[in-house]
């Protein structure tokens, strides 16, 4: 059995339920049940319908998430969640190389790196080399005006740890903004490459190894391996090419806004619902969040 679960921004487009109507008439599904009113709604199936990817563009022009998951082992027990573009609205690095003066530049280089046109190792190399010289005092300037939530995530760890999940934030960025990040929004652990500083400014080089993809999928099997669980009891979530083999081995993986070469690579796509959404491909009501 699997179910289908649809999501909107009711902020720009409620969820219609004539759209919920019409897909559980085509694929003969069971009766729907609102997980949030106007937000999410999910209906049973007996198996993934041979046209679900038309159905999946269809409703994404109205505005509508539509994902696909197994009805066994839903509510997870571990998150491992991307950081830069996804539990946070920035990329860290971008943020200081705007400061620095140079933010057009590592921009596209951070774009191009983040949609797998570019080694992640190399180009994090080659960004941080652009950053030599900058004051590390800059670092809390930047968490203080120019890091933002993502809308969603608290109510994700909360709900998550209240459900016995563990939590863990693995980020190809820096510690000096997981760390913070990770307190602020309530992970258990945090994970990311350490910035060389010396006299009170960056030196312009990152720690090795550096935390790339593969290290990412290692945080996921040690996890896992640490609590006892295997890797489809866990959820990963990200954007970026670097997050593609963590969300391939999680039971479920979901790229969140992510670049189209890395969405084009999952099968559970968020672009219009926010961080809440992975509560409701758990099967969470919105009556459930903590």
């Not at 289908?4 to 599904?29: C, E, F, Q, S």
């Not at 530049?105 to 992640?120: C, H, P, Q, S």
Request: charged share 25%; net charge negative; hydrophobic share 50%.
């Amino acid at each position: 059995m699997y179910v289908a679960v649809l999501i909107a921004d009711p902020k720009h487009r409620p969820l219609d339920p004539d759209a919920l109507t019409a897909l559980r008439t085509a694929w003969a599904g069971s009766e729907a049940r609102w997980l949030a009113p106007g937000t999410a709604a999910e209906l049973a199936l007996e198996a993934i319908p041979g046209n679900r990817w038309h159905m999946w563009e269809v409703l994404q022009r109205e505005g509508i998430d539509l994902c696909i998951v197994p009805a066994a082992n839903r509510q997870k027990r571990l998150l491992i969640a991307d950081m830069d573009s996804t539990m946070i609205a920035q990329e860290c690095i971008d943020e200081l190389a705007e400061v620095a003066g140079i933010g057009a530049r590592v921009k596209e280089i951070t774009a191009r790196a983040m949609n797998g046109e570019l080694d992640f190792e190399a180009a994090l190399r080659a960004r941080v080399a652009l950053l030599k010289g900058l004051e590390v005092s800059v670092i809390d300037d930047v968490l203080a005006t120019r890091i933002t939530e993502a809308p969603g995530g608290r109510a994700l760890l909360r709900t998550m740890k209240a459900g016995g999940a563990t939590t863990l934030l693995v980020s190809g960025g820096f510690t000096a903004f997981s760390s913070v990040v990770a307190a602020r929004i309530g992970f258990d652990r945090h994970q990311a490459n350490i910035l060389e500083a010396k006299d009170g400014h960056l030196t312009g080089k990152v720690r090795e190894p550096i935390l790339g993809r593969a290290a990412k999928v290692d945080a996921l099997m040690d996890a896992t391996r640490a609590l006892g669980i295997e890797p489809s009891d866990a959820l990963a979530v990200g954007d970026g090419a670097n997050d593609l083999g963590m969300l391939g081995r999680a039971g479920m993986g979901v790229a969140l806004h992510a670049k189209p070469a890395v969405a084009a690579e999952c099968d559970l796509r968020i672009n219009h619902g926010d961080l809440t959404a992975l509560l409701y491909l758990q099967g969470y009501g919105a009556e459930r969040f903590a």
